[in-house]
């Protein structure tokens, strides 16, 4: 088995020379867009999903590579797309495309990118590609879907928390479960085994979502990277603010609604009101609860997985590893 | 062989239970919008394409009925995030999604729409699958480069004759060339019996694409449905244009260009201002010509077909019937 470490080596080298190539191909104003967004970096923890799970079943992954390459475009299209539609100036640090170059070069590029995902996909050589391209679609469709669900809650006070479950299995699990089962398709694993390893990366996926919430309230500033608290700041209907409103008696109700209702504000001051009420209805202690319960979940279908556990120990790890961060 | 008419009215009806289907599901935000954007019709050009080449080949059309919707519906596609990028208020007399609904929700539908355009595709049922999804993300990827030529086009003012014929090739014509040769290999047809289709296709989409710009300048408004001189006010580089800076002498390229300069004038005027120009310049008749050539090119290829000929003749009529249009 190949570490994690070496996974993320492979890709990133990968990732590299697609980017040279792109940034030589015309038109320009087309291309090297994409190859800035893909540089952007991030955990490129999808692809590196792809290769682990193919690399369960052969040592040869090679064949998973460009289904690897075709999810990870796919990935950043979304956000390339989704930082135009939440008018989000910077990602990493970095401007965003729509703003280095301007809106329309964002959408073009980026619907040239969600139809590189498939050019990637078919140069796999399976007998699955049918069964990879199927899926990939669904799950491709299933994100357009979770990031409507996602914008619709904006506007919406009375999202329930099966409703917000349901909305980041599809934005954000169904991707990461395609992840694990497409490179088992690459490999030509039984589809029981595909199937195990998409149920394992939906928990994971709900789990890691979740982790993103609280994160985003009670991370540790100097570790998290970008500003703590962004998510009171927007009223964003997270896994907390919705415990919060469920859990909450009326004068504490009102307190919280008064804080999203307004429209001039101390942005320091909402965060802290806002957190110290999360504290008060111990959200924090409740959020961690939902995510150990996924994350469990998950643990029960990964010692169903029919294979040596020394096999399956990197799966752990990675599982571990997206559950321990601090950013 | 199904005439024109009765694949017209094939294609509706099928387009009319997607849109059914469509406004049924959830997200409403999401679905609705892509319903409404396949209600606002059009030619169904390319759909009926799809169909007629599979019918060249076999009388059961219904296995190239998902082809036909897929090229449809990523047609679509392209339309709506083109009009936000032009920002183009109206298409066919009725509001672009972007303003009827709102720009976020017009990007994302059109997200959805390209990836449900390899949903519909992979429903043929045909062992050319394969071939049909790598040609149409071919294509596809192909639309997207013509687009953004397009857009560079704006910001240059030394644009070839060749290189516009690239971009319109890109832009228009790799779709028509697809549509045929999609149909045709849903059909089970030979590889070079489809590849004689697509150059048919090919050929015939930029004499179509150079109509479309005749039409804009010379039609007869009565019948044209959209106002005449739309390319001329809006300084678009098209053949006209640049036949008439090519052809023209120092004195009447410099009132040509200054037409392009003016921020401030009378729309009307302007229109006729460069259409005695182009009328001076016999830019009418040069342009049919070049038109002549590209659809002679393509009767060629027609002629090289190895059908009988009442068989492949409905294939010449749609040629004729693009070739005439007054709209």
């Not at 991030?42 to 052969?58: D, Q």
């Not at 007998?127 to 469709?141: D, Y």
């Not at 299995?169 to 039984?190: D, Q, Y």
């Not at 399956?312 to 997206?322: D, F, G, S, V």
Request: one cysteine or more; a negative charge.
């Amino acid at each position: 088995m190949h570490t994690i470490k070496e996974l993320e080596k492979l890709v990133s080298e990968e990732i590299d020379r697609e980017i040279l190539r792109l940034n030589n191909t015309e038109p320009k104003n087309l291309y090297e867009p994409i190859g800035y967004t893909l540089s952007m970096g991030g955990k490129r923890l999808r692809p590196v999903m792809v290769l682990l799970a193919c690399n369960l079943f052969t040592h040869d992954i090679t064949k998973a590579i460009p289904a690897a390459l075709a999810i990870e475009v796919f990935h950043n299209f979304t956000l390339l797309h989704d930082d135009i539609m939440d008018k989000a100036d910077m990602r990493r640090n970095r401007q965003a495309v729509h703003k280095k170059y301007n809106e329309n070069i964002a959408i073009l590029s980026g619907d040239a990118m969600s139809i590189m995902a498939y050019n990637y996909l078919q140069k796999c050589e399976t007998q699955n590609l049918g069964k990879m391209i199927g899926l990939f679609s669904q799950t491709a469709l299933e994100v357009c879907e979770g990031q409507q669900f996602d914008m619709d809650f904006e506007s919406r006070m009375n999202v329930s928390i099966p409703e917000y479950l349901n909305m980041i299995r599809l934005k954000t699990a169904v991707l990461l479960a395609c992840s694990l089962k497409t490179g088992a398709l690459a490999a030509n694993a039984s589809d029981q085994m595909a199937d195990l390893l998409y149920v394992f990366g939906l928990d994971l996926g709900i789990a890691f979502q979740l982790q993103d919430d609280l994160l985003d309230v009670f991370a540790d500033q100097e570790k998290f990277g970008k500003k703590i608290g962004g998510d009171i700041v927007s009223n964003k209907k997270t896994f907390l603010l919705l415990k919060a409103l469920e859990l909450s008696d009326d004068p504490t109700k009102k307190e919280l609604l008064d804080w999203i209702a307004k429209k001039e504000f101390d942005v320091q001051e909402k965060i802290e009101a806002v957190r110290s009420i999360y504290t008060k209805l111990n959200i924090k202690e409740i959020t961690q609860m939902c995510i150990e319960d996924f994350y469990q979940s998950a643990i029960n279908v990964w010692t169903e997985i029919d294979l040596a556990n020394e096999t399956k120990a990197e799966l752990l790890l990675l599982a571990n590893m997206i559950m321990n961060r601090d950013h």
